[in-house]
Structures are given as C-alpha cells and as structure tokens.
C-alpha cells in the first residue's frame, strides 16, 4: 500500500545526506553535517507508519509483506556496498582495523553493528575514520525499530482505539527523549549509538503520521517550512562533536523536519525549493549515496593517512554521489520494482548473503590477529603496538601518598639530591633516572599520572574531579620544604608536564588530519568554568607553584611541554607498514607543523620565560630542541632512527635518556 507521492520528501533526503557526507570528507563548514541522519530517522517514522496506517484502515496489512519491502528496499544495495568493502578492505586496512572490520561485517547482516560501534569507541573518535561500515548503525537503528513497531501496531489495532495508540506512542516518545537528554551528558557515546535514546526520532515521525491531515494555508506553510528549514540548517552550521547529542539539540533537525512534513502546501516556498529538480534526484538516490560514502572516505584515509585537500575532499562527495546514482540505477531500482522476482528468491538471497557475510566476518575477525609486534625493514628494533616506549627499564612507582611513600634511591655522588615532580610526563622520564641514577645522591620522585604541580587547582577529566586534588598539591609541597631543612645544599627540582592540556583542556589539531579526541582534561576550582576564567587561574597558580619550587631548591630546572602530535605515532607508524619502505618516507609521513605546536603551548612557556626573570635559578631545557630538530620547521615523530614519541604526546625513552643526560650537565 503506498501513499500519496510527495517531491519535498525526497528534496528533505537530499538535505539529509549531503551534509553527512560533507561532515565525513572533512568540510569545517558542516561539522553539525551528523545531524542528517536525525531528518531521515523522522521521515522514515512518518512514512513508514504514515503506510502501515492506510493498510491497517483498508484491513491489508500483513507482516509478510512488510517485511519482505523493507529486504527489497535494503538489502541489495548494502549487499554490493559490503562486497566490495570485503575485497578492498585486505587491500588497505592495517591488521587491527581489519580485525575491526571483519566485527562490524558479522553484525551488520544482523542489522546490530550499533552494539557493536558503541563498545569500540565514539562516533567522533579519530579511530573511526578507519572504519568502512561505521555508518551502518543508523541502519540497525531503524531496522530494531521496525523489528518491534509493526507487530505492535498491529496488536495494538486490534485491542486499542486510534487515539489510545496515539497516546501510548506520545508517551514513549516523551519517555524516551527525556531518557536521551539525560544521557547526552552521562552516558553520550550509548545515546548516540543505541536504539532506547534514537527511538523518539522516529517516533516523533510516526506521531505526525497519527495527526489529521489539513489544508493550511500558504502564509503558514510558508512560516513553518521556512523555520523548519532553519532550524535543520542550525544543526547542520552551528553543531559540532562537542555538541550533547542528540537530546535537547537533535529537536533542531527533527522539529525542523517535522514541521516541513506536516505544514505541507505544494505551492510553499520549501515545497518549491525542497522539489527542485536537483534535489529531488539528489534525494532519489540518497540510500545509495549514504551507504558507498562511508566506504570510500575509510578507504582514502587508509591510503593517505594524511588530511585530505579541498580537491581530495570535493572528489570523495561527487564520487559518492556517483556510486549512489550506478547504485541506484542498476542495483536498487532494477530489483525493488522488477516483478520477476519471486518472494522465495528474494526469501533465498536475504538469507544466504548474510550467513556468508556473518560466516566471512566470523572468520576474519577469528583470524586476523591483533598486531602485537612491527618490524619495518629498515628498523632493527621491533615497534610493540602499546608502546609503554621505555621497555628498556619498566622500573616506575606508583602514585604515592606523600606522606606515607616517596620513591627514593641512592646514586654514587653523595653530596646532590634530586626531586622530580610532574605529571606522566615526569613519570616515564624518571624511568631513565632509575636505569642510571650515577649522577646524583639522593633521588626523590613525586610525580603522578594526570598530576601536574599546580597549587590551589582541581584536576578534572571530563568534568568530574581526579585524585589531583589541591590537598595532595599541598603534601607535595609539604615534602618539598621538609627536604629543604633537612638538605642545605645541592638540592635540585626538575618539573614536567603537559601544562596545555591543563590549560585548555582539549586534545590537539595539528591541522593536518590529526586530531586527539579526548574528553575535556583541565585545571580549575570548579568544573565548566569558561576558558577566559580557567585561564586566570591556571596563571595564578602556576606562578605560586614555580615560585615555591624555585624558593625550595637551589636549583629548578623546568623541562618545557614538548610538542603534541596530534595522532598516536606508534599506532600511526604500525598502520603505515604496508606503504612505507625507507625510514625518510615513514620520518615525513610522522611530521607536524613546528609553528602549529609552538602555537598550542606557546603562553605557557612565554609565562615561563618570563618567570626566569625574577627567579635566576630556573633553568630550561627544551625537547623540542630534540624533536624539531633541523631547518625545515617541522617537529617529528621519528628521526635518527628512533621513535620520539610513543604515543601523542609522550616523550620515548631515547628522548628522555637524552633529557637525563641534560639534567645531569646543569647538576654536576
């Protein structure tokens, strides 16, 4: 039973999946592009029930026959989309997103690939960009919905009048939206990706389904088009992964969408621009696009692990869009509207090219064995995929309580002292004192993992607060003058951190397609605090905190933040190994900008400079000095045949062999 054809709708799809794929290639412009799939979710609640309705009223709705459209509308296109994805992905993705791949290829046929992406990571993460099906789990989303509505619906017809059903749905709805709002915040990556918190989406469809249709007139559906169409294009401009979603913000693109399909009038200024001749095929071939677009960017980033020009970018939209058209010529039109194709041959394909793809995706995920050890040929070591970096020496404290345990150890010069104090920058870097502590007395270790030294401040991860707590701050300090009574001369404090994570509590850009998702990771007295006042402190506070450590030694010597790469290297150089073949190619391939990351801590070290001033005992050393050597102003990840870095941001036990050996000259 079909109902009455309508040019908007496919205009509206258009909308819908042109700012997705944009968002996907990398467009800045339409970072809120996510929110399409939010428009098809309620379209296809109120089409979908909009014809489940009419059959319901004419007594011909069958289950059967529901569900045998949706097989034909679905699974020829998404077969071809995964077939090819099948031969190409061998060809392109590294062992372990490979491994990920074969995952997402047994559950897709399940339609449950959203369970599955909500276990391995954010929508938003950098690793998603590696992942070919990622955009699947729209799909499983609707089709869970549909797996339960219809058989609902038809019960529910048969027990209940129209307007008790369209009661019970405008409560679950409402129920479920609450649901969503209240998890955007405490559990977001589950409220993106699971069905209880997408639900009202499509519902919000299906109650505009329920609602009487009327002859508006043209000055309303003109106002309520045109804001609907606004409220669309907010999401699409002004959103980004930042933004708590869905919940509260996805009733910009739904209500939006809502209004456009319920304030219909042909002769409206959005029917009119919605039924363009460009947007209408646009939108005739938007389940086609959607499913090759995912594929094609995966498969570019595997190739080029590098971020992709405006060319690059604009190649993969009309790429897309081309696949969708053949998609949707050859594929999806010839078999949804042929009648030579029985059910039972239809009943057949469905179910034979899923078990081959659960059985191929089973097997290759059994099989394809998670990368434990690199080894490039030109590279004699071998690259561990977590790279702890300093397996030459695991020796390391745990985070003490200062007044119960200090990491202490004795060396062979019995008239200098040593305290390091930092972050898990200050931690790996003690790691070299252990392997080699010849040039001091006594060496006293009170760094702590996501514990930089800074007074009076709270240390926050993702807004909740950490065991860096301005009391602990205060024993450290406690310690620091207890070991200036008791040690008159020779005492020295080296200090390290991250200090622009602190301040600024994101991840970095390096603006060349690296891009370190995290959670916000920031200093404060209390949580969301704007920059501006965070700023304020976090100065404050690093002044008390330099100046009491310069107060309690003879000398401080600051070992400056070193530069972020803005992508695991270690993970990035293992995901290289099939391209890369002379240590030149794989040191250009590990490069960021030197003014981009000079930029990122630039205050704080200008503060620090400056703080040299006053207190002459401050000594400097500068690991970019190591990792941004030479004359091309660039900053590496590997170089001299050795790893920098063994993550995004922390310094590799050759550098920080190399930074002991530099704290040893100004000491002795």
């Known amino acids: 039973m079909s109902i009455k054809y309508r040019r908007d709708i496919d205009g509206l799809r258009a909308i819908a999946v042109l700012p997705v794929i944009l968002f996907h290639s990398g467009f800045k412009l339409f970072e809120g592009g996510y929110t399409g799939v939010d428009v098809f979710f309620v379209i296809s609640g109120y089409l979908i029930t909009s014809i489940i309705l009419k059959s319901l009223d004419d007594n011909s709705f069958s289950l059967k026959d529901f569900y045998l459209r949706r097989v034909k509308r679905l699974m020829p296109a998404l077969t071809v989309v995964m077939v090819a994805c099948v031969i190409i992905a061998p060809q392109l993705l590294p062992a372990l997103d490979l491994k990920n791949f074969f995952e997402s290829l047994f559950f897709v046929p399940l339609f449950s690939s959203n369970f599955l992406f909500w276990y391995e990571s954010g929508y938003f993460d950098t690793a998603s960009e590696l992942k070919p099906l990622l955009h699947t789990w729209s799909l499983a989303v609707e089709e869970q919905y549909y797996l339960i509505f219809p058989p609902l619906m038809l019960f529910a017809y048969k027990k209940w009048s129209k307007n008790q059903i369209f009661k019970f749905l405008t409560g679950f709805m409402i129920l479920s939206f609450a649901a969503s709002c209240y998890s955007s915040r405490h559990n977001p990556t589950a409220n993106f990706y699971l069905h209880p918190w997408r639900t009202w989406e499509i519902a919000l469809g299906a109650f505009l389904a329920f609602l009487p249709v009327k002859a508006y007139t043209l000055r309303k559906s003109n106002s309520m088009g045109l804001l609907g169409l606004t409220l669309i294009l907010i999401g699409i401009f002004a959103f980004d992964a930042d933004t708590p979603f869905p919940g509260f913000y996805a009733l910009f693109p739904t209500i939006g969408t809502a209004l456009i399909l319920f304030f219909y009038n042909e002769k409206s200024i959005t029917a009119k621009l919605l039924g363009n001749k460009l947007l209408v095929g646009i939108g005739m071939i938007s389940y086609s696009t959607y499913l090759w677009h995912q594929p094609l960017i995966a498969f570019y980033h595997a190739y080029k692990m590098l971020s992709f020009t405006v060319f690059e970018k604009s190649m993969l939209v009309f790429s897309s869009l081309a696949l969708g058209y053949i998609s949707w010529r050859f594929v999806e039109q010839p078999i949804r509207f042929s009648k030579r194709i029985s059910i039972p041959s239809l009943v057949r394909f469905a179910v034979v090219s899923s078990v ?263 000594v400097f050393i500068d690991p970019m000095d190591i990792t941004c050597s030479g004359t091309e102003n660039k900053c590496y990840g590997f170089d001299h045949m050795e790893f920098l870095f063994t993550d995004t941001d922390h310094l590799s036990y050759y550098v920080n062999n190399i930074l002991k050996n530099k704290v040893f000259e100004i000491i002795n």
């Open 356 to 618: 081959i793809f659960i059985a191929v995706g089973g097997y290759g995920s059994l099989t394809t064995k998670p990368v434990e050890k690199v080894t490039f040929p030109f590279y004699e070591k071998e690259v561990p995929v977590k790279y702890g970096g300093h397996e030459e020496n695991k020796k390391s404290c745990p985070f003490p309580p200062i007044d119960e345990y200090v990491c202490n150890t004795s060396g062979q010069k019995k008239d200098k002292s040593v305290v390091i104090v930092g972050d898990s920058h200050a931690r790996v870097l003690t790691e070299s004192f252990y392997g080699d502590n010849s040039g001091y007395s006594n060496f006293y270790d009170l760094s702590g993992g996501g514990c930089p030294f800074l007074l009076d401040l709270q240390i926050y991860h993702n807004h909740h607060t950490t065991r860096c707590t301005p009391e602990y701050q205060n024993k450290r300090l406690s310690y620091f003058r207890k070991l200036r009574k008791e040690i008159k001369n020779n005492l020295t404090i080296v200090t390290t951190a991250r200090l622009p994570l602190y301040l600024y509590g994101d991840g970095f850009d390096n603006e060349m397609g690296g891009v370190e998702k995290r959670e916000p990771y920031y200093a404060s007295t209390e949580p969301r605090l704007p920059l501006a006042q965070r700023e304020a402190l976090f100065f404050k506070s690093l002044e008390k905190s330099v100046t009491e450590m310069s107060l309690n030694a003879d000398k401080l010597i600051i070992i400056l933040p070193g530069h972020t790469n803005g992508w695991d290297v270690i993970s990035r150089a293992i995901k290289l190994e099939k391209r890369v073949k002379t240590p030149s190619e794989l040191k250009e391939l590990l490069v960021i900008d030197k003014n981009v990351a000079q930029k990122r801590r630039s205050k704080v070290t200008d503060f620090l400079y400056e703080m040299q001033k006053k207190y002459p005992n401050i």
